[in-house]
């Protein structure tokens, strides 16, 4: 396994968020690693801490977050120790992102074709950015590119502004894209063919990528390994096949539950009781345990630690009960 | 061809509006007691004297007659001498108006430069003891009244340092400019105290928006970032609020101008109406709407201008 390139390495993560009545932590000890050409899933409700861990790699974080712990390794370089001017070398060139919500993502008083030139060299000339703008406005199927590259963001519908937000992330061809939640305010036809086009232009130009979402079946398809956030903690990681067929956590175990299936048509649709916890009021013990049909006195007071499954380096869950866990999974149907 | 409908359209539109301007001005100058005859003859006039001041002003002939005549000037441009100073309106307008729009001119000017940088620095720190500085001290300049503000630089700047000359417009241009200056930065504290809160407001909103982190997660320049992503857009409503403060500075001139006896149309309009000249004021009032309408008009085709989401329709 050694052969396989590792582009990103987080390690022991912490993002607080400096507020007035002291710092709360949104991103608490989160380690994960993405191979170079896989798509790695971030998963877990709002407020999970996924899309903070997004923007804590490329330094996006809004006032008052701050990266307090950890490093971020992408291609032996730590990103935490990177000068703003180091920074800016990285992001766009080596990493890019695309946000969830195109409308107020796109520059509503720039074309889309020069929103997506702005990011070429400089020695280029315009007939050569203006090609090129094209070929990239053609790549993520925006029909009739030459004519849509003056066109402004409000002259797109919902789909198209993804596709043009999509080409003008591309345009520095970065070896690693975060996609923070690119399909969930799009229909779900328009979600379809936006993840078909990621999963492309993945294969087809070897980008790596980090996809947060809250949607599981998003994932499902397009994920090679998947980690489960919650209250900023990892609960569960593993290949995206083992992590649907064999959950081990009981919060993952509850989210696949919650996904209606054909299987389990006529019956009530299961939904997990009460709410994720307030980033100032985490609980003591495991963050889950208020919520979990397992939780006993241990996991009230004590947070468990993430530990491997049946001895599989791969397959890591964070639960005093991962034993009885193996047991239930036998009876998931996904 | 939609935008020359428009404009078309908006100048038709202006038609009712002078009319009804006419009218105002015409009745509303004649509902005021006084009679400028006997403004002109002195009280010790005989009634003959008196009568026959009237019949030489045109004022013995019936109130609709006169107010055609006005009407039929409207058309022409031409609103034959003034009452009291016996000179013709067009040119005494044309005359004033050089120091008035001059007046407005420099204020903007003065507007921008104070508001733009301040409202700006002002929205990058609002929640910073710096930002709540500004925009008190802002608030200031939005309550208390112009005419107070212009005494004190008056009595501060004038009167005590000498740095500027006391209601004097000078014969050469740089003396034109250095009598502009108070009065201007007096009209100009105002409106960019105004203009000020817009802009800090809107830096705030922008940096709201995901595109500025788009912008910052493609590697662009921060002085790419400021230009084509944040102030391009907390430009365009800023621009709007200015320009419509343009027409109330047009408007505020005559307080301006009298505090700081400037000889712009503000002035002369506040003596022509003390004196009753009927010419000169009803002259005057009809150029200036026709001004603010323009002015109005070049505002929204500014704004379309400058904001593609905006159609001329």
Request: glycine letters at 6%; aromatic letters at 6%; hydrophobic letters at 45%.
């Amino acid at each position: 396994m050694s052969e396989i390139e590792r582009i990103l390495d987080v390690r022991h993560l912490k993002t607080d968020f400096f507020l007035e009545n002291g710092p709360v932590t949104a991103v608490n000890d989160v380690s994960f690693h993405v191979n170079k050409g896989e798509t790695f899933g971030l998963i877990g409700e709002s407020g999970s801490g996924k899309s903070v861990t997004l923007r804590s790699i490329l330094r996006l974080l809004r006032k008052p977050g701050k990266v307090v712990g950890g490093q971020i390794i992408y291609k032996e370089r730590d990103l935490c120790r990177l000068s703003e001017q180091e920074m800016r070398g990285i992001r766009g060139r080596e990493i890019g992102m695309i946000f969830q919500e195109p409308m107020t993502t796109l520059n509503p008083v720039q074309t889309i074709g020069s929103q997506i030139m702005e990011s070429f060299k400089k020695s280029m000339t315009k007939e050569e950015k203006e090609k090129r703008a094209v070929e990239l406005m053609q790549l993520v199927g925006i029909p009739s590119a030459e004519e849509r590259l003056r066109s402004y963001a409000h002259q797109f519908s919902g789909g198209m502004r993804q596709r043009a937000m999509i080409a003008i992330a591309l345009a520095s061809e970065p070896s690693l894209l975060l996609a923070d939640e690119p399909t969930t305010a799009l229909d779900v036809t328009i979600q379809d063919q936006i993840i078909r086009l990621l999963r492309k232009l993945q294969r087809d130009l070897g980008m790596s990528m980090i996809l947060v979402t809250h949607d599981l079946g998003v994932a499902s398809e397009i994920c090679d390994r998947i980690a489960v956030m919650y209250g900023g903690r990892i609960m569960e990681q593993a290949p995206a096949e083992e992590i649907f067929t064999h959950p081990k956590h009981p919060y993952t175990y509850d989210l696949m539950r919650s996904v209606p299936s054909m299987e389990r048509k006529g019956s009530e649709l299961y939904s997990i009781e009460g709410t994720p916890p307030s980033l100032d009021n985490m609980p003591a013990g495991c963050p889950f345990a208020p919520r979990c049909e397992l939780a006993d006195d241990r996991c009230r007071e004590d947070a468990p630690e993430l530990t491997s499954v049946n001895g599989e380096e791969e397959h890591i869950a964070r639960c005093w009960h991962i034993d009885r866990l193996i047991e239930q999974a036998k009876y998931l149907k996904v | 061809m939609d935008e020359f409908t428009y404009i078309l359209k908006r100048i038709l539109q202006m038609i009712p509006v002078l009319l009804i301007v006419t009218l105002a001005i015409f009745f509303g100058m004649r509902m005021i007691p006084g009679d400028p005859a006997l403004l002109l003859v002195g009280n010790r006039a005989s009634d003959e004297t008196i009568a026959a001041m009237r019949a030489k002003l045109g004022l013995d002939q019936p109130l609709i007659t006169q107010y055609l005549l006005f009407l039929r000037s409207c058309l022409t441009f031409d609103f034959g001498n003034s009452l009291t100073l016996k000179a013709p309106v067009t040119e005494l307008f044309r005359q004033k108006a050089v120091v008035t729009v001059s007046l407005t001119l420099m204020t903007i000017l003065f507007a921008v430069l104070i508001s733009v940088p301040l409202g700006y620095y002002a929205g990058l720190h609002h929640d910073q003891p710096a930002g709540a500085v500004i925009n008190s001290i802002s608030l200031v300049f939005v309550s208390v009244p112009e005419f107070l503000i212009g005494l004190l630089l008056l009595l501060v700047f004038a009167l005590k340092l000498h740095w500027f000359p006391v209601g004097d417009w000078g014969h050469t241009l740089p003396e034109h400019i250095r009598s502009l200056i108070l009065p201007s930065l007096t009209g100009a504290l105002m409106t960019s105290s105004l203009v000020m809160r817009n802009i800090s407001d809107n830096v705030v909103k922008v940096l709201s928006y995901d595109y500025v982190d788009f912008a910052r997660s493609k590697g662009l320049s921060e002085k790419r970032i400021r230009n084509s992503y944040i102030l391009r857009n907390v430009m365009i409503p800023a621009v709007t609020l200015l320009a419509m403060r343009m027409t109330y500075m047009l408007a505020g001139s005559i307080v301006i101008e009298s505090v700081f006896a400037l000889p712009g149309i503000g002035q002369m309009m506040l003596n022509a109406i003390l004196s009753r000249d009927y010419s000169l004021v009803q002259a005057t009032v009809y150029l200036f709407a026709i001004i603010v309408l323009v002015m109005n008009l070049l505002t929204d085709i500014s704004y379309s201008l400058l904001d593609p989401r905006v159609k001329l329709k």
